[in-house]
């Protein structure tokens, strides 16, 4: 009875040290940059490699170590560059990089207010924003920008434009005083930031907030209004 327990034990052994040799597939391996982790001591390791499987990191160290552990589906070489975490862009207005070079040498209530505001009663459309956002979004990920924090007109366009882009954004529906393209009055801005938020509440890549444009063009009134909103 020993012998036959000490056999199926050893064979149970045999079998996970062989599984422990056995290499995992995954889906992709970027390997010979410096790599810059976020690791509690902000290690970094030249050269170094990162092991991802699907939209997870699952394991960075010594090129050797990854190649031992891991085998990718598909591999980059990324010798003499910086593998490093993502940028994040945490003030953004995406459509408005079709105003670029507008009136840019002004002082901000000049610029706003005898400029953009103005352009943007004539040019805001459902069209534009996506347009612009999907600029935008080709900008920032080109530049190292894996996430944004947005505030627009039409945040809709603008959450699902950032989605398909694979982007990650904390995206606000913007409440302002005055008629806008996609809002007459402050309460109806109000019901669309709520429906906004109700729409993407839960996605893995888009966080739905409520975006009160500023003191200078919100009343008191407004301002609470978005704070309790903001607590959905």
């Known amino acids: 009875m ?3 327990c000490a056999l199926v034990v050893a064979a149970f052994l045999a079998q996970l040290a062989a599984s422990a040799q056995t290499p995992r597939s995954i889906s992709l391996v970027v390997t010979g940059g410096t790599v810059i982790t976020q690791n509690a001591s902000r290690q970094v390791l030249a050269p170094g490699a990162v092991a991802v499987d699907g939209t997870d990191i699952v394991d960075i160290d010594t090129p050797q170590a990854i190649a031992a552990r891991y085998r990718a589906a598909e591999t980059i070489n990324a010798a003499n560059q910086i593998v490093m975490p993502g940028l994040v ?5 995406a459509p408005m990089v079709m105003y670029r070079g507008l009136a840019d040498d002004l002082a901000l209530m000049d ?4 400029y953009i505001f103005p352009a943007e009663a004539k040019t805001v459309s459902p069209e534009m924003v996506r347009v612009g956002t999907r600029l935008a979004a080709l900008e920032m990920i080109e530049s190292g920008t894996t996430a944004y924090a947005d505030m627009y007109y039409f945040e809709e366009e603008i959450a699902r434009t950032t989605r398909e882009a694979g982007l990650r954004g904390v995206l606000g529906q913007t409440i302002i005083q005055f008629p806008v393209a996609d809002a007459k009055t402050p309460a109806e801005g109000l019901q669309r930031a709520e429906a906004f938020i109700k729409a993407f509440k839960g996605d893995s ?3 739905p907030a409520v975006a009160p444009h500023a003191m200078y063009t919100l009343v008191a ?5 978005s704070h309790v909103l903001g607590r959905l």
Do not use: P, S
């Open 111 to 114: 610029w706003l207010q005898k």
């Open 221 to 225: 009134g407004t301002l609470k209004a």
């Open 89 to 93: 862009n945490t003030h953004t207005h």
């Open 205 to 207: 890549l888009i966080t």
């Open 2 to 4: 020993r012998a036959r």
